[in-house]
C-alpha cells in the first residue's frame, strides 16, 4: 500500500497569510501512461463532506478559488493557500488515486493565528 | 446535477453485520466510466478508504478489511450497497459514498461526495 504523510500536522497563520502543506507518498503516483500525478487535495469541515480543491496534483475544481495552488511531483505535494481566508479554517487531506488501495494522509489542521 | 445520499442504520451492535446504501443520481454507472467508493471517517481521525466498484462489477477493497466488506451495485435503480460484517467499537466512524470517474486503467479523484451517515457501533 502507498503510505501519505502530512507535515505539518497542523498550522496557524494570519489572515491574508500563506500557509504551507506539504505531502508525500511512499512511492511515485506519477503514471507513465498518462504523465500525470494521480494525487489529490480535499478540505474537511466539521459537518460537511470532502471537498474536493485539486486533483491530479495541480488542477484546481471548477469554483475554487485561484488561492489554493497545488504543485509537486513524483512522491513530494505541496498545496499552497495563497492569502488565508476566515472561511479556509478546516483539516486538509491529501489522497493517492495511483493505485488501490487508495489512501489518504492524516490530515494537516489549519487555524487563524 | 449529481447527488450521493447514504442510507442505513445509526447505531449496530458489536459483532452484527453494517449494511448501508447509496443512493445516487445524475450519472450512471451502466454506461459511462464512472465508479462509486465508500470512504469512512472515524471521529476526529483521517479518512479511510474501504470499497470500489466500477461499471462492469468489479472490486476493489482496503486491503486489511478486505475479509469484511462487499460492494455490490443495482445499476436500474442507481444503488450501491456496501456490507461490514462483525463490526467493533472502532468501526464508528462518518461513513461516505462517492463518486469517481475512471476505471482501473486511469483512476480519478472522488469529485462528489454524499453528506455521510454516522454509523456507532455499541451495545
Known amino acids: 500500500d502507498i503510505v501519505m504523510t502530512q507535515s505539518p500536522d497542523s498550522l496557524a497563520v494570519s489572515l491574508g497569510e500563506r500557509a504551507t502543506i506539504n505531502c508525500k507518498s511512499s512511492q511515485s503516483v506519477l503514471s507513465s501512461s498518462n504523465y500525470k500525478n494521480h494525487l489529490a487535495w480535499y478540505q474537511l469541515k466539521p459537518g460537511q463532506p470532502p471537498k474536493l480543491l485539486i486533483s491530479w496534483a495541480s488542477t484546481r475544481e471548477s469554483g475554487v478559488p485561484d488561492r489554493f495552488i497545488g504543485s509537486g511531483s513524483g512522491t513530494d505535494f505541496t498545496l499552497t493557500i495563497g492569502s488565508l481566508q476566515a472561511e479556509d479554517v478546516a483539516v486538509y487531506s491529501c489522497q493517492q488515486y495511483y493505485s488501490t488501495p487508495f489512501t489518504f494522509g492524516p490530515g494537516t489542521r489549519v487555524d487563524i493565528k | 446535477q449529481v447527488t450521493l445520499r447514504e442510507s442505513g442504520p445509526a447505531l449496530v451492535k458489536p459483532t452484527q453485520t453494517l449494511t448501508l446504501t447509496c443512493t445516487f443520481s445524475?450519472?450512471?454507472?451502466?454506461?459511462?466510466?464512472?465508479?462509486v467508493g465508500w470512504v469512512r471517517q472515524p471521529p476526529g481521525k483521517a479518512l479511510e478508504w474501504l470499497a470500489l466498484i466500477d461499471r462492469d462489477d468489479d472490486e476493489y477493497y482496503t486491503t486489511y478489511l478486505k475479509s469484511r466488506l462487499s460492494i455490490s451495485k443495482d445499476t436500474s435503480k442507481n444503488r450501491v450497497v456496501l456490507t461490514m460484517t462483525n463490526m467493533y467499537p472502532v468501526d464508528t466512524a462518518t461513513y461516505y459514498c462517492?463518486?469517481?470517474?475512471?476505471?482501473?486503467?486511469?483512476?480519478?479523484?472522488?469529485?462528489?461526495w454524499g453528506q455521510g451517515i454516522l454509523v456507532t457501533v455499541s451495545s
Open positions: 462517492a463518486r469517481l470517474p475512471g476505471s482501473g486503467y486511469n483512476w480519478n479523484a472522488f469529485d462528489y
Open positions: 445524475g450519472f450512471s454507472l451502466g454506461s459511462t466510466n464512472m465508479c
